[in-house]
């Protein structure tokens, strides 16, 4: 099994629709991410959270939110898609531990079409 | 803030030929450099990191050095497999524990 699980792995929905990702680790990990990838520019940092009652927007938020309903899952929603949220959308975790700079560890990632 | 440049691909290699894929930083500080590796339809892995100036990062065959100096981290290996075709990220992380990429370079090797 997967260490990482994201669910769905392909979804395809219309404009205006309320979408939830969602990802679930059994690494242990504290700290959970979000990102999105688009051809041509990389990954992009949407919401992180470094334990339970700690999120923190990234660099995209707008137009998403966050829920970190447990150590072990760390849910995505677009509140009304819209069309350029087209993308490949990754849940990634990683140990805070007793070393910094520990590596982050990702999902296999969901593919989202908006109409 | 903190930046990463890559080489932009696609990048198109014969089997057994020598890989060099070029990646450049701008960070406050000293920050941590990574590679990551993300094969077709999968999520992303960790290839190889280096945390201070003239380390270096190895795995696989592939290689990078930490070079303060020139601000740079560019992925080499000398001999690339089939196997090795994949979409390549350079990533720096500054302190902040959040990771900065790069836009990614293709990786195709033909036999």
């Known amino acids: 099994d997967a260490d990482v699980t994201q669910t769905p792995r392909n979804r395809i929905t219309k404009t205006g629709k309320r979408i939830m990702l969602e990802c679930s680790q059994t690494k242990g990990h504290d700290r959970m991410y979000w990102y999105r990838q688009d051809p041509g520019l990389g990954l992009r940092l949407i919401y992180y959270?470094?334990?339970?009652?700690?999120?923190n927007k990234g660099e995209i938020s707008d137009g998403y939110s966050v829920s970190r309903q447990a150590q072990a899952k760390f849910s995505l929603s677009l509140e009304s898609a819209i069309p350029n949220q087209t993308a490949l959308y990754f849940c990634a975790t990683s140990d805070s531990g007793t070393k910094s700079n520990q590596p982050q560890h990702f999902g296999d990632g969901t593919r989202l079409s908006i109409l | 803030g903190n930046s990463v440049t890559q080489m932009e691909g696609p990048v198109t290699l014969s089997e057994e030929a020598f890989l060099t894929i070029n990646c450049t930083y701008t960070?406050?500080?000293?920050?941590?450099l990574f590679w990551y590796v993300q094969y077709p339809g999968e999520g992303l892995q960790l290839l190889l990191k280096?945390?201070?100036?003239?380390d270096k990062g190895s795995n696989k065959g592939f290689e990078a050095t930490y070079r303060k100096e020139t601000t740079s981290f560019h992925l080499e290996k000398g001999s690339v497999q089939v196997s090795d075709s994949a979409v390549y990220f350079c990533?720096?992380?500054?302190?902040?524990?959040?990771?900065?990429f790069g836009k990614g370079t293709k990786l195709t090797v033909n036999p």
């Open positions: 280096a945390t201070k100036a003239d």
């Open positions: 960070a406050t500080g000293y920050p941590s």
């Open positions: 990533a720096l992380e500054g302190g902040s524990e959040k990771l900065v």
């Open positions: 959270s470094f334990d339970v009652k700690d999120i």
